[in-house]
């Protein structure tokens, strides 16, 4: 998906629509470049979609079921508060897609292109795109992010998750062993 026209060349390719990548991509052209995004998946990165967005969104809900809980002390009685964790769910993807709707228009505003899908280096002007155009540019940023490593041992899937799919759950697990304490 392109928004835009596409372009044959453009001052600046970044490739990687996350939080780098996209604020990157605004300044290049708010300097007057002309600028085209490369996202294989959703603008916004891992942060605005899987990780810290969703992450933080979830503590929210929870300091606010605490305060219900503990609500008495301030003389307020609140009866059968319970916690819906698939309205939960549907709130945290809620937050990360209006962010993300931000972040498209934030690059169109800025008259950026964004093309759906990966970016191969042919040589060090040009990138073959997914969809087979070949995009000619001056200057390249690569802002790629991270993805999660799996322990020798403990393959995804099952019983042990990655971090975004635990942010997926659509249900409270009992108990839950956490290894790792990344930013988010």
Same mark, same amino acid.
């Given at each position: 998906?392109?928004?835009?026209?596409?372009?044959?060349?453009?001052? %600046?390719?970044?490739? $990687?629509?996350?939080?780098?990548?996209?604020?990157?991509?605004?300044?290049?052209?708010?300097?007057?470049?002309? %600028?085209a995004? %490369?996202?294989?998946? +959703?603008?916004? $990165? *891992?942060?605005l979609?899987?990780?810290?967005?969703?992450?933080?969104?979830?503590?929210?809900?929870?300091?606010?079921?605490y305060?219900?809980? *503990?609500?008495?002390?301030?003389?307020?009685?609140?009866?059968?508060?319970?916690?819906?964790?698939?309205?939960? #769910?549907?709130?945290?993807m809620? %937050?990360?897609?209006?962010?993300?709707?931000?972040?498209?228009?934030?690059?169109? /505003?800025?008259?950026?292109?964004?093309?759906?899908?990966?970016?191969?280096?042919?040589?060090?002007?040009?990138?073959?795109l997914?969809?087979?155009?070949?995009?000619?540019?001056? +200057?390249?940023?690569?802002?790629?992010?991270?993805?999660?490593?799996?322990?020798?041992?403990?393959?995804?899937? $099952?019983?042990? #998750?990655?971090y975004?799919?635990?942010?997926?759950?659509?249900?409270i697990?009992? /108990?839950?062993?956490?290894?790792g304490?990344?930013? /988010?």
């Amino acid at each position: 998906m392109v928004m835009g026209s596409v372009p044959e060349q453009v001052d %600046v390719a970044v490739i $990687g629509g996350g939080v780098g990548g996209y604020v990157a991509a605004i300044r290049a052209a708010q300097l007057g470049k002309s %600028v085209a995004i %490369v996202e294989k998946n +959703k603008l916004g $990165g *891992h942060c605005l979609n899987y990780a810290c967005i969703p992450s933080k969104t979830l503590i929210h809900i929870s300091d606010i079921f605490y305060e219900i809980q *503990h609500s008495q002390k301030f003389g307020i009685s609140v009866q059968g508060a319970a916690i819906d964790a698939k309205k939960m #769910l549907q709130w945290r993807m809620d %937050v990360s897609k209006k962010l993300e709707e931000g972040v498209a228009f934030l690059c169109k /505003s800025n008259q950026i292109d964004v093309f759906k899908g990966t970016g191969t280096f042919l040589d060090s002007k040009n990138i073959q795109l997914t969809d087979g155009v070949t995009l000619e540019f001056k +200057k390249a940023i690569i802002a790629t992010g991270s993805e999660p490593t799996e322990m020798k041992g403990f393959g995804f899937g $099952g019983n042990v #998750l990655d971090y975004k799919q635990a942010l997926m759950l659509d249900y409270i697990p009992k /108990s839950m062993v956490i290894i790792g304490a990344g930013t /988010s």
